[in-house]
């Protein structure tokens, strides 16, 4: 069957649901144009900002305030999660027209994101305005930061719904008929009064992310934390894989509320089931970056054929028909179903006979799982209550499963 994995967001048509995300962090454009060489829908660009200095080459502002990675160790094995240490550095509004402009002229089938911020009404208008006349496909406005411009860390955008109504109509002015679409904390409370005020405001959109602060680890020899600035450490943002789950929480939650806006995701994607199960929780864009920086441009040559695949082998021809279909099953605690049984099954085609489960079973105190001369694990259907630590903590993809069993 053909399959298509083109999808329109936000009105925008596009190759495909995978986009680059801010990358590379010193806007190089020869590099952003290798990524869609590559096979990427398209590119966000760097946040454009009016306080941005565009005297100085965005190269050289990037080499002062640099980001510092560090991955997670784990059992004496680098983890797939980052934490680094990334101060703002926005690019020029000079910077990100002539950036957009080269880039739409170079491929005018992808799509170019432009990122802005803003922290007044003069701010808001001139910027959407000016991205909007560069040829932006669609525009992104953080509503993460602070508006205060003399306290960075002071309270956001999103936390005063009466200066995030103001903001998003400038965006909107500013932008005229370019799509528009907010960044908005995964995690932010009052999701269906922001979902109103943006949907009022005619906006097209919201990207969401997941990003916990944290400490990747410690020097155990000199104790200074990782990544660090000569010796001295702080909170780092941490993303990577580790988040998948947390992301999917906020689209599940996200979906509840959200009837009307597109929905963008950031963060935790890094292999084609993450997408399609990003997908299926209602994203219809998904934006990439720590995933493009560890396994490169051609990640997307695995993103493209796997989701493919998966499309095939459901019968489905296209990507908007999945797009949320899991939503449905989301529900909240004192409606899950109290009848029924699940117990634990194996397959013993693929089990490798190392016998976790059997320890994770004896530790509960189930005592479900017999464990025979042969080191072969046999399920006790009887004394298995379903609880899955089991299926979880077996090392072997499939190996083991839930499965219903009937109560009679």
Known sequence: MDVNLKIKFCGVTLINPFIVSQVPPNGELETIKAQLEAGWCGVLLRTASLSADPRKPTAARIRQVAPFYRGVDYEEKRAVDLGWIEPESPMSVDEAEAATASL???????????????????????????????????????????AAEENPRGPRVVDDLKLMEKAARYVREGARNTPIIFKIPGMLAGKEQVVNILKSADAEGI??????????????????????????????????????????????????????????????????????????????????????????????????????????????????????????????????????????????????????CYQVCEGLGYHAINFSSQRKPVIDKKKCLGDGLCVASCPVFNCMSLRRVSTK
């Open 104 to 146: 739409k002229e170079a491929y005018p089938d992808r799509v170019v994101i432009g990122a802005m911020v803003g922290r007044n009404r003069e701010e808001w208008l001139k910027v959407s305005r000016r991205l909007s006349q560069a040829g932006a496909d669609i525009i992104e406005c953080d509503f993460s930061i602070s």
């Open 207 to 356: 990207n969401l992310f997941y990003e916990p602060k944290g400490v990747p680890g410690i020097n155990l020899t000199n104790f200074v934390p990782f990544p660090n600035v000569g010796a001295k450490s702080t909170l780092s943002t941490m993303g990577g894989a580790g988040i998948k789950p947390y992301t999917l929480g906020v689209l599940a939650e996200w979906g509840k509320v959200n009837k009307d806006l597109e929905v963008s995701v950031l963060g935790g994607a890094y292999n084609w089931r993450d997408c399609a199960e990003y997908i299926l929780m209602g994203a219809k864009l998904i934006q990439f970056h720590g995933a493009v920086l560890q396994r490169g441009v051609r990640l997307v040559d695995e993103l493209n054929s796997g989701v493919g695949d998966y499309l095939n082998e459901k019968m489905v021809s296209s990507l908007d028909k999945l797009v949320g279909k899991s939503l449905p099953f989301f529900t909240t605690p004192d409606k899950l179903p109290r009848t029924g049984r699940v117990v634990a099954a194996i397959d013993d085609k693929t089990c490798i006979h190392c016998g976790i």
